[in-house]
């Protein structure tokens, strides 16, 4: 009697191709990222401490507004426009007192550009100057 037996052919050997062994020069950083031991990052010690830390750091902050206000205090800001003189003006007011703080053009200067404006209708239009021109 004769055994069959099915024979498997033996399993092929494969080489793996990695990238270590296709281009070992590729595999270096382009740069060295390792930092020196004094500029690495450290673990938080305490969560507790770290919050106490913001916290006085809000405090100062509120405290430097506060005093902020004290030195300039909060003011109430327009832009009104003057048809008499056809310009907007800048007006800052003092909410408590309701006194003017700042006006920008000055009342002086809204007065000197009215007179200038009154002097010059009074003149009448501007008279052409007559002149001789040499070639």
Known sequence: MVDTVLAR????TYT?????TRAPEQNEPATNTDL???????????AQ???QEEERARERERESQTLLELVAPPLDRSNNFDPETE???YVATDPDSGEVVR???SETLRRLRAYAETIAAQQGPAQPQNF????
């Open 9 to 12: 052919p033996p399993s092929p």
């Open 16 to 20: 793996a191709i990695t990238p270590v």
């Open 36 to 46: 020196p031991v004094q500029n690495t990052v450290r673990p938080a010690v305490d």
């Open 49 to 51: 401490e770290l919050q």
């Open 87 to 89: 310009s907007f003006i």
């Open 103 to 105: 006006q920008i053009p």
């Open 132 to 135: 001789q021109t040499t070639v």
